[in-house]
């Protein structure tokens, strides 16, 4: 069984080797080779040819009546590490700046104790490359890697908080993590010389009163109990102060708790596009990209039994966390399966995706304890 120093070695070791999204070979590798080092009587380990990053363990049950899935993420992120760790990221530009490190971590203790000590049902650990950008969730469940005995009943995960004390578990009922959705409109008018206005068609006009009106989406077309979020960071038009640009470019982001709210902005901002578009006589093109970052919405029985376990367990701190407008493509599994995410607080005073993150890794022990213990409760539970 891994002991705690053993756990944080690991931890290290995978803080030194971040990869950016589809390109974690020696994550996978290292993952593979801890997890051969195992006790592999109830193992069953497969690298899907579809999505070669990835890793699936299944951990055979003794009298198996489902198949619980634990999920987590392996890719880091283009920041250069500015933590002055004696075990910082070796790649340069890309780090561990959200975490993951602490996820792998977690399941690996997770894993070790699960192939020593034989579960009721069946274990499936998801080893996922790809979430902070191009869709791995999305992308696994289209290849479809879930499938005969890789196909979880329902689903968990964690993500490292460093808001909360180190090692304890946040969760709420509802939605964990906002959806988010890309969004690129382009505005194609007339250029002309800035003495002669009427001879062009202003396209920095037309862009700025589109930004005002999208804003009257989240005033007056957003429940305010549910909120929402539409940001426009960057704006392109012109070359010159005294030419009259007939092309810009918006970019921004939207965010919302549920997809349902979601998919109401993304129709309100094409609809308000449209009304620019007859307005001012221009060419008004949308592009929304959601991909694979739907709401993180938990499932409301398996959630409830989740926190209710932790609430009355002795050794867990809980905490009932607010909603978060920061984005996860768990969200994308957790409406193909049932589930619950829930944060694991790291203790830190730099943020997530920051590059000086340096979560407290003690977390990563009280955490497998939690889980462990939740998880040989809910194999006590007869209903699915």
């Known amino acids: 069984m891994l002991t705690e120093p053993q756990l944080i070695k690991i931890y290290q070791s995978l803080h030194q080797i971040p990869e950016l999204a589809m390109q974690e070979t020696e994550t996978h590798a290292f993952i593979k080779r801890t997890v051969l080092q195992f006790d592999q009587t109830n193992l069953e380990i497969q690298t899907p040819a579809e999505m070669p990053t990835a890793l699936l363990v299944l951990v055979h049950g003794s009298a198996s009546e489902r198949t619980i899935g634990y999920r987590t993420d392996i890719d880091g992120l283009p920041v250069a590490e500015q933590t002055g760790l004696p075990f910082a990221s070796k790649h340069p530009n890309v780090m561990h700046a959200c975490g993951h490190d602490i996820h792998m971590s977690v399941a690996l203790g997770l894993l070790d104790y699960f192939a020593a000590n034989q579960p009721k049902d069946n274990l499936l650990f998801f080893f996922q490359p ?4 191009l869709n791995g969730g999305k992308t696994a469940y289209e290849k479809q890697i879930f499938t005969g005995k890789w196909c979880p009943d ?5 993500h490292d908080n460093p808001d909360l004390p ?6 709420r009922m509802g ?3 906002a959806g988010t959705t890309e969004v690129d409109v382009d505005f194609y008018g007339k250029g002309g010389h800035a003495a002669f206005p009427q001879d062009a068609n202003d396209m920095v006009v037309a ?8 804003q009257t989406i989240i005033s007056r077309s957003v429940d305010p109990i549910e909120g929402g979020v539409i940001t426009f960071g960057k704006f392109d038009a012109g070359s010159i102060r005294n030419v009259i640009a ?3 470019r918006l970019e921004g982001t939207i965010r919302g708790l549920t997809q349902k709210m979601i998919e109401h902005i993304d129709q309100r901002i094409q609809e308000v596009a449209d009304g620019i578009a007859q307005s001012y006589q221009a060419k008004v093109v949308v592009k929304l990209n959601q991909g694979g970052y739907w709401p993180v919405e938990n499932n409301p029985k398996l959630t409830r039994n989740f926190i209710t376990y932790m609430k009355q367990t002795e050794d867990v701190q809980f905490v009932e966390t607010k909603p978060a407008m920061t984005g996860e493509d768990f ?24 590059a000086t993150l340096n979560p407290n890794p003690k977390a990563i022990e009280i ?15 007869k209903e699915n």
């Open 154 to 158: 329902e689903f968990y995960g964690l």
């Open 367 to 381: 955490g497998i304890q939690a889980i462990k213990g939740f998880l040989l409760n809910r194999m006590q539970t």
């Open 130 to 133: 790809a979430e902070e950008s």
């Open 246 to 248: 007939g092309h810009a």
């Open 166 to 171: 180190t090692g304890a578990i946040g969760c």
């Open 331 to 354: 969200g994308y599994l957790l409406a193909k399966f049932p589930g619950t995410m829930f944060w694991l607080g790291v203790d830190d005073d730099s943020q997530l995706h920051s």
């Open 175 to 177: 939605t964990l993590f």
């Open 207 to 214: 862009a700025s009163q589109f930004i005002n009106q999208v």
